[in-house]
Every structure is written in C-alpha cells, then in structure tokens.
C-alpha cells in the first residue's frame, strides 16, 4: 500500500516570501502521478500542481513549482511570492493511475501579512 | 471548466436513517470517487467507480455502499448513518489516468 507523509502539520510565512512545503511517499510502483491540492476555507478542494513519475522535468504553474526526487521519493512544493490567497490547507497526493488517490494529511499555511 | 456538483452543502440527518448523497459531473469522465475528510486524518477513499455499474472498494467501504446507474452521476449511500460517519464528504471525478476534480463537498452531521 501506498503512504503519503506531510511532516510540516503548520507553518507561517510572511507575504512575498518563498515557501516550501514537503512531502514524501512510498510505493514501489514505478509509474504514478503526484499532485499537489490547495483546500482554502470555502473546503473547495484546487487542484495546484501534478506531476508524472515517468517526468524528469519538475512540474512549474506561475508561481508553484515542485522539486520532484524519484529516487529520495521525495515530492516538495515551493510557493514563490507568496500572497494572503495562498492561506490554506496544503494536500498532498499520489496515484497508480484509475484508482484513489492516497493523500498526506496536510499542512495549514498562513500567509501573514 | 470540468464541473462536479453535489446535492447538498449541510445535512443534518438522525442514527439509524438511510442517507443518499448526490455527485454529478458534466465532463463525461469515466472515474468517479467518494471520500471522506476527518480533521488530522486527511481525506480517505470510500469507493469508486470506473464504469457504469462497476464500484471498487477503498480503503474504508464499511458502513458505506455506492451506485452507479448512469455515467455521470455516482451516489454515497449510508444504509443506517451513526455518529461516525459524521464528517465532510467529497466526491471527486477523473478522465482515466487524468487529474481528479473535486466536487464542493457535503458536510454531514449525525445526530
């Protein structure tokens, strides 16, 4: 089975400063995809960021990037500039393919002003 | 934009009722998912469906069944709710191996 581990349970970062938030996983699957959901306090869950296992190239939307280290099984997401909209729950996410996806348990970031 | 309602935003039922809850999705996706969201457990798989009338188990069916009739609607049944089953649901709907978009979610609450 699948495990998705989010170490940071919160964290605070002042508005225009860059964030990183981690996240790692296990599986000993070799092609998967990853993702990345923001749940802001409206609990729509928004999708930010995927990436695919087979992908070398680290995934980038505007300002999310992720450092993706298929090896270390590692799977971080940096928010650069970051804006009091970005104040919400962080998930992160993995999947085989046409099943569930297998979630952390998130991170609460706040974006100070 | 892929669009995924469902019928309700509150319900507030009592122990022992039978509860539908409602998904609906307007990209003719195959894949379609319940979960449930818990504070500090993050959210979990219930069931989930890739074709009309097929379901597939996730990693916490009990207490729950699904139905499937018609492509883009997959329904979350609690035959007898209990207070356990208080929480945030989300249904959540996918193209094959695409990304899975989420539905606002219900927010049960039984008494």
């Known amino acids: 089975a699948q495990t998705v581990t989010q170490s940071q349970p919160e964290m605070s970062v002042q508005e225009a400063e860059t964030v990183t938030l981690s996240c790692t996983y296990d599986t000993s699957e070799n092609n998967y995809y990853l993702f990345w959901y923001k749940q802001p306090p409206s609990r729509q869950m928004i999708l930010v960021i995927r990436q695919e296992a087979y992908k070398q190239q680290n995934a980038t939307e505007n300002r999310f990037s992720v450092n993706f280290q298929k090896a270390a099984k590692s799977f971080s997401l940096k928010i650069s500039d970051s804006q009091l909209g970005d104040t919400a729950m962080y998930f992160c996410?993995?999947?085989?393919?046409?099943?569930?996806?297998?979630f952390g348990k998130g991170t609460h970031l706040i974006i100070q002003p | 934009d892929v669009k995924v309602t469902q019928s309700s935003r509150y319900l507030v039922k009592r122990t022992g009722e039978k509860v539908f809850l409602e998904c609906v999705q307007d990209?003719?996706?195959?894949?379609m998912f319940w979960y449930r969201q818990d504070p500090g457990l993050g959210l979990r798989l219930i069931y989930f469906s890739y074709d009309v009338k097929m379901k597939e188990k996730g990693d916490i069916p009990e207490g729950y069944s699904v139905s499937r009739e018609k492509k883009e609607r997959f329904s979350l049944i609690l035959e007898s709710a209990s207070t356990n089953q208080t929480s945030m649901y989300l249904c959540?709907?996918?193209?094959?191996?695409?990304?899975?978009?989420f539905g606002p979610g219900t927010r049960l609450l039984v008494l």
């Open positions: 996410a993995f999947t085989g393919g046409a099943d569930g996806l297998t």
């Open positions: 990209m003719d996706h195959e894949n």
């Open positions: 959540a709907s996918s193209s094959l191996e695409e990304t899975q978009y």
